[in-house]
T-cell receptor, first 116, second 115 residues
Framework: ETGVTQSPTHLIKTRGQQVTLRCSSQ?????VSWYQQALGQGPQFIFQ???????GRGNFPPRFSGLQFPNYSSELNVNALELDDSALYLC???????????????FGPGTRLTVL | AQKITQTQPGMFVQEKEAVTLDCTYD???????LFWYKQPSSGEMIFLIY??????QNATEGRYSLNFQKARKSANLVISASQLGDSAMYFC????????????FGTGTSLTVIP
């Protein structure tokens, strides 16, 4: 059983650029959530995907968008990067039935994004 | 109002001693789940323990136990027999059952285990 993986590990971009982060969910999991964790803070929920559809969104602007693929892997896209987008981006997978998640989420190691 | 409040930015504990990390939560949803995660300096969030709002007994997982006081809306994590490897950030989180699958995290507590 493979765990949650994320790529790349680190990324440096400049303001105004676009970035795509990738996540492979744990085997058997059908739900992926994305979180932004600024330095010294707790993770903030960005959005969740269940069976390729967005299934909940936090307080993030539309320039944060995502995709989930048939194999349940996922991408997080951020357009028009701002300095405040510098953070650790965490992906978490879980097994869901309908609209309710079952117990815990398993997190990947994260992608550290730096915007200059 | 904050959904999850962790009032201890930093805690120190002697090796082999027990430590309690505080967490209070705010929800009007009768169905919810409470979680604790450990985040070492490497960044990965490691699931420790889960407590459902309808669970009658406090959850336990090895050296971890969750002191669930529903009326007080608190879900404190107790780590027994602390080890040096327990030094990390600890986050309390909540998922509300009726509003989708969003997890709300607290600001975390940094635990340092002293030899």
């Amino acid at each position: 059983e493979t765990g949650v993986t994320q790529s790349p590990t680190h990324l440096i971009k400049t303001r105004g650029q676009q970035v795509t982060l990738r996540c492979s969910s744990q085997s058997g999991h059908n739900t992926v959530s994305w979180y932004q964790q600024a330095l010294g803070q707790g993770p903030q929920f960005i959005f969740q995907y269940y069976r390729e559809e967005e299934n909940g969104r936090g307080n993030f602007p539309p320039r944060f968008s995502g995709l989930q693929f048939p194999n349940y892997s996922s991408e997080l896209n951020v357009n028009a990067l701002e300095l405040d987008d510098s953070a650790l981006y965490l992906c978490a997978s879980s097994l869901s039935w309908g609209t309710a998640s079952y117990n815990e989420q398993f997190f990947g190691p994260g992608t550290r994004l730096t915007v200059l | 109002a904050q959904k999850i409040t962790q009032t201890q930015p930093g805690m120190f504990v002697q090796e082999k001693e027990a430590v309690t990390l505080d967490c209070t939560y705010d929800t009007s949803d009768p169905s919810y789940g409470l979680f604790w995660y450990k985040q070492p300096s490497s960044g990965e969030m490691i699931f420790l323990i889960y407590q459902g709002s309808y669970d009658q007994q406090n959850a336990t997982e090895g050296r971890y136990s969750l002191n669930f006081q529903k009326a007080r809306k608190s879900a404190n994590l107790v780590i027994s027999a602390s080890q040096l490897g327990d030094s990390a950030m600890y986050f309390c989180a909540m998922r509300e059952g009726g509003t989708g699958n969003q997890f709300y995290f607290g600001t975390g507590t940094s635990l340092t285990v002293i030899p």
